[in-house]
Nanobody
Framework: QVQMEESGGGSVQTGGSLTLSCVAS??????MAWFRQVPGKEREGVAS???????TYTDSVKGRFTISRDNAENTLYLQMNSLKPEDTAMYYC????????????????WGQGTHVVVSS
């Protein structure tokens, strides 16, 4: 019974910054990741960080977003800079207790989401 809770969403203007946080109720020793979704479209993987602190990013956010984790606090972060309107979406954190999966369906634990709106 692991629960994830996101926070930090909000509304910002193009070029602004925002930091998302996700706290897990149970200690996650495996992979943690961020996803985002726009109504009517597929859920998209944004970034992930594995147990060895290796990170991956989708091409559209490279150089702008940074994923990190604090194992002592069991918390996942997503620092978002130079935000664009295309980044507007519901952002979800997810986790599994082993390697980072290749598909959305393989993630075992999910938060309820936090909304990010980027306006021009």
């Amino acid at each position: 019974q692991v629960q994830m809770e996101e926070s930090g969403g909000g509304s910002v203007q193009t070029g602004g910054s925002l930091t998302l946080s996700c706290v897990a109720s149970g200690y996650i020793q495996g992979c943690m990741a961020w996803f985002r979704q726009v109504p009517g479209k597929e859920r998209e993987g944004v970034a992930s960080v594995d147990p060895n602190y290796r990170t991956t990013y989708t091409d559209s956010v490279k150089g702008r977003f940074t994923i990190s984790r604090d194992n002592a606090e069991n918390t996942l972060y997503l620092q978002m800079n130079s935000l664009k309107p295309e980044d507007t979406a519901m952002y979800y954190c997810a986790a599994v207790r082993w390697r980072c999966p290749k598909t959305v369906a393989e993630y075992a634990y999910w938060g309820q989401g936090t909304h990010v709106v980027v306006s021009s």
